[in-house]
């Protein structure tokens, strides 16, 4: 049996072996483990000091359109109750 995968524009196929893992030997481990190694070395490295400014930045742009932030106004929350109750 084999699963598709989709990552990035990119099908893949594995095999399924339904094994768990301390059903695997030591060398089926290592290959795994060398695979996914593999697959991580291939990812671009970036400096956590320029994505947390990056995300700060874009966080700070969309602050404005934050409902949370800003509030909702009454005449557009449609949680706002219809009716009340008058006592008199």
């Not at 995300?55 to 359109?65: F, G, K, N, P, R």
Request: charged letters at 35%; aromatic letters at 4%; glycine letters at 6%.
């Amino acid at each position: 049996m084999t699963a598709h995968h989709e990552f990035e524009g990119k099908k893949t196929e594995r095999k399924l072996t339904g094994k768990m893992a301390r059903d695997l030997s030591d060398k089926e481990i290592m290959a795994m483990e060398l695979a996914q190694l593999q697959k991580e070395v291939k990812n671009e490295r970036i400096p956590v000091s320029t994505t947390a400014k990056e995300l700060v930045a874009w966080i700070e742009s969309q602050a404005a359109e934050d409902h949370l932030l800003k509030g909702i106004p009454e005449d557009k929350n449609p949680f706002k109750e219809k009716g009340g109750c008058l006592i008199t």
